[in-house]
């Protein structure tokens, strides 16, 4: 396979798929450009070997055309980053993308106008009405993917080699993360560093566990994480179930939970995962106490109890010291961990103190030479607020793309790379 760090991009156009979905205000002022600094060494890499850039990227999910979500937003800003004056098309692919990146010469760059403006990036019709017949959507389906191929062919046509360095995306098959690799032979395509880092992450959490492997699972939902749940009860030897989704543990274990968050049709799924854990020798961890409010509120009255008895009219927002302790015990004794979801409402002041905890935790088992994986959207932006993400291995860009490496599914943007 090819490597970035091998690949002489001298006088050579580089189509390279990152991804600069930032969030922007209202006046498009970009809100937090770490994707953007993510995908700065691969871009500097292909400047400073003389080579050209041209940057794909979605931004948000338009539905054709929306000025909200054009990439010129971040143009300025990107140019500024790379420290060179990044030329900008204003469609991804036409006459001018062509032209345009036909005249760049080497060290320069172009971005391409948001891929999402066409329905044939991701593949899926747009525009359907919402009575539509069966056959209609059928119809409308094999048109776009009829239509996905030639845009493709048309994305590709623009470089000489293919760059993906798009974790949060590789997860989807879309033209521009997977497809486009079809067009470049196995020494032109290459993952770029970001993506590299996260590949290697996740192969090493998966694959070269040192015991024991802990994993904490927060969030609000089960059934969002089910799939990853039962993935990891044949890996780990601790699962901590965490966050909103543990009440649903407790109530189908007969607890009282009061107005805490629950998925009733998720209580019998939550008995099979607790066999599963046991059959499998698996310590499965809930909470033993929990922050609970009477009404989600960051200014609400809240008490510290047993987390199997909530009153009615109380909802847990947050672990209790009890189960941060507990919690802290495992996690020190790790060697191998991997955290996705907060442990409560983290967004509240008063209810983050469970999260950061285990934030914290991490920290000292890292220091101890443990491995520590951090990924998804939520779990990321604790680590960020507690300042913890130098004190853990590796912070992850993906979120589902993360999430689905770890339940086992290969993704189609790496495999479009590596061939298999
Ligand atoms: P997820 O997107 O599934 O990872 O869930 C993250 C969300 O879960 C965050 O917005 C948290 O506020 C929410 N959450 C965590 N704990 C609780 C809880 N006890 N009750 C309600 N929501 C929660």
Redesign the pocket.
């Known amino acids: 396979m090819q490597t970035i760090e091998k690949f002489n991009f001298a006088g050579k156009k580089a189509f390279v798929r990152v991804d600069f979905n930032v969030p922007l205000d209202e006046n498009f002022n970009i809100t937090d450009d770490n994707r953007i600094r993510a995908a700065l060494p691969t871009l500097k890499k292909i400047l400073a070997d003389g080579g050209s850039p041209i940057i794909g990227s979605h931004l948000g999910r338009p539905k054709g055309v929306t000025e909200k979500y054009s990439l010129k937003h971040i143009l300025s800003h990107v140019s500024e980053l790379l420290g060179v004056n990044v030329q900008f098309a204003n469609d991804c692919v036409g006459e001018e993308a062509i032209a345009k990146a036909a005249a760049l010469k080497p060290g320069e760059a172009l971005l391409l106008e948001n891929l999402r403006f066409y329905a044939e990036e991701e593949g899926k019709p747009r525009g359907l009405a919402e009575d539509a017949s069966e056959e209609e959507k059928k119809a409308a389906k094999k048109a776009v993917k009829e239509s996905q191929k030639e845009f493709t062919k048309k994305l590709a046509s623009l470089a000489d080699c293919y760059v993906n360095d798009a974790f949060g995306t590789a997860h989807r098959a879309h033209a521009s993360t997977a497809l486009i690799a079809a067009y470049f032979d196995i020494n032109n395509k290459m993952f770029g560093y970001l993506m590299e880092k996260e590949v290697l992450a996740v192969e090493k959490v998966m694959s070269e566990i040192n015991r024991p492997f802990t994993a904490i699972m927060?969030?609000?939902?089960v059934s969002?994480?089910i799939e990853i749940i039962e993935n990891l009860l044949g890996k780990v030897d601790n699962l901590i179930i965490t966050?909103?989704m543990t009440?649903t543990f407790t109530k189908a274990l007969g607890g009282h939970i009061g107005s805490?968050?629950c998925e009733d049709d998720k209580l019998d799924l939550a008995l099979e995962l607790l066999a599963k854990a046991k059959a499998n020798n698996v310590n499965m961890i809930l909470a033993c106490d929990a922050k609970i409010a009477d009404k989600f509120s960051n200014d609400a009255n809240t008490q510290l109890v047993d987390a199997d008895q909530i009153p009615d009219g109380w909802?847990?927002?947050?672990i209790g010291p009890k189960t941060e302790a507990e919690y802290a015990e495992v996690i020190k004794k790790s060697k191998t961990i991997l955290w996705?979801?907060?442990?409560?409402?983290?967004?509240f002041e008063n209810f983050t103190h469970g999260s950061l905890a285990v934030g914290e935790a991490i920290v000292e088992a890292t220091k101890n030479g443990a491995f520590s994986l951090v990924g998804?959207?939520?779990s990321v932006a604790c680590v960020n607020k507690f300042g913890l993400a130098n004190g853990v291995s590796y912070v992850s860009t993906g979120g589902g793309a993360l999430l689905e490496a770890i339940e086992g599914k290969i993704l189609p943007g790496i495999e479009a790379i590596r061939g298999y």
């Open positions: 927060g969030g609000s939902k969002s994480k966050g909103g009440f805490s968050i909802q847990g927002l947050d996705n979801g907060p442990t409560g409402v983290f967004e998804g959207g939520d």
